[in-house]
């Protein structure tokens, strides 16, 4: 159906017939834009928690209430766009998000941070349903090159998030997370270019008296439900996990190694990198393995760098954390691809519940991390972490799905 709305619109340079590389790459930089605005927030948590006195419970607040507002409103937004595609809707989140950073910039106290944060949550909110959307839409039927070219653009925003806080904001000040604003901007301005894109697709489809294909997996309902089920201890597992490396690994570092606040962001960048490079990675060993196996190796495979990880150096620390991160990112795009499979016609819908779930996970294993951090210690919390990719064996459970329209 892509194919033949992509050929039906003449004179414009950025639809093409088949995969829309230009799309889907501007969709994977503003993904990188979103999530490195995104993951400027637990960058800052020492220089928070030094200028106000946070405890790490009110930490793991902070990133529960931006993660729950990142999260809680995505499957909705997503079920809307699945009925009444909104091709401005990914423009209008980075507006939210503009706004929050300026706000965050500026806070003075726990509550206006909290609000801060929940603005750029809602952005983020917005942003992810309709761009899965979208990256579908310009994969030519490429599915899993599509959501690793976005998912990847993502994990590398992550990335660089804490390396630019590193830069800008440690040396600086808290007001310096106001030159952030300027990638949602950019961000905005793409979006909007995107948006056009979209909506001239969209009338092409009403035009040409198209509709959406609706395609039907086979398998039976209970078995589709089961899966997803699985899926969804899947993701629990994976972001229980990253939620504890993101929030507390650098004062993991800190507290007994030693290392300064930059030389943790360091490394955490580099944890964080691997991860962008495990997640292309895993869209294209999907293809060819099959997903179902990529998921099992992704999180279940990474269980014996992390059981290992809390009884190392410095050195071995960071080096068991680059190998975890480039095995158990892989999961990511593997579980939205074979969840959209199992629900080929809900691609909005799904992928808000998994990036929802993606967020909201993390925002609750942050809480629970902050609030145990305190009653024991961040040792303890970084050895209780380690054992979560165990959890992967169910992964083992997962039906074998043909690509959506597959023969």
Not at 36 to 60: E, N, R
Not at 148 to 173: D, H, K, R, T, Y
Not at 334 to 349: E, F, H, R, S
Not at 366 to 390: H, M, Q, R
Request: glycine share 10%; proline share 4%.
């Amino acid at each position: 159906m892509a194919n033949i709305i992509l050929d039906k619109i003449k004179g414009h340079p950025h639809i093409t017939e088949g995969t829309a590389y230009a799309i889907l790459f501007t969709m994977g930089l503003c993904h990188l834009l979103n999530d490195m605005i995104q993951s400027v927030i637990p960058a800052i948590y020492p220089l928070l928690k030094d200028s106000y006195g946070f405890t790490f419970a009110q930490i793991g607040i902070i990133t529960l209430v931006f993660q729950m507002t990142s999260s809680i409103f995505q499957p909705f937004i997503g079920n809307y766009a699945d009925r009444h595609p909104q091709p401005y809707f990914m423009a209008m989140g980075m507006g939210f998000m503009l706004l929050g950073l300026l706000a965050l910039a500026y806070s003075s106290g726990f509550m206006l941070i909290l609000a801060s944060v929940a603005v750029i949550g809602c952005g983020s909110s917005v942003f992810h349903p309709e761009a899965s959307r979208v990256a579908q839409l310009a994969s030519g039927g490429k599915k899993s090159l599509a959501q690793s070219i976005f998912q990847v653009g993502g994990n590398g925003g992550n990335a660089i998030g804490p390396l630019l806080a590193a830069a800008i904001v440690i040396p600086f000040g808290q007001h310096a997370i106001g030159w952030f604003a300027l990638a949602a901007m950019l961000a905005a301005v793409l979006l909007t270019r995107v948006g056009c894109w979209y909506s001239m697709l969209l009338s092409s489809a009403r035009t040409a008296q198209h509709k959406v294909q609706h395609a039907v997996c086979s398998l039976p309902s209970k078995t589709v439900n089961s899966a997803m089920v699985i899926l969804v201890l899947m993701i629990f597992s994976k972001y229980f996990f990253n939620a504890c490396m993101t929030s507390y690994f650098t004062f993991y570092l800190i507290e007994k190694f030693g290392v300064t606040v930059q030389q943790s962001q360091i490394c955490l960048f580099a944890y964080l990198a691997a991860f962008a490079v495990g997640t292309l990675a895993g869209g294209f060993l999907g293809d060819r393995y099959g997903r179902k196996y990529v998921i099992l190796f992704s999180i279940l495979g990474a269980a014996p760098f992390t059981l290992i990880m809390p009884y190392l150096n410095l050195f071995g620390t960071v080096v068991t954390a680059i190998v975890t991160g480039l095995i158990i990112a892989s999961a990511f795009s593997a579980i939205v691809v074979y969840a959209t499979d199992l629900k080929p016609d809900k691609v909005g819908m799904v992928a808000g519940i998994f990036f929802g779930l993606m967020f909201g996970l993390g925002g609750i294993g942050s809480t629970f991390f902050g609030w145990l951090a305190d009653l024991t210690s961040i040792g303890f919390i970084f050895k209780v972490s380690t054992w979560l990719p165990l959890l992967g064996i169910v992964a083992w459970f997962l039906p074998n799905v043909k690509p959506a329209g597959a023969a």
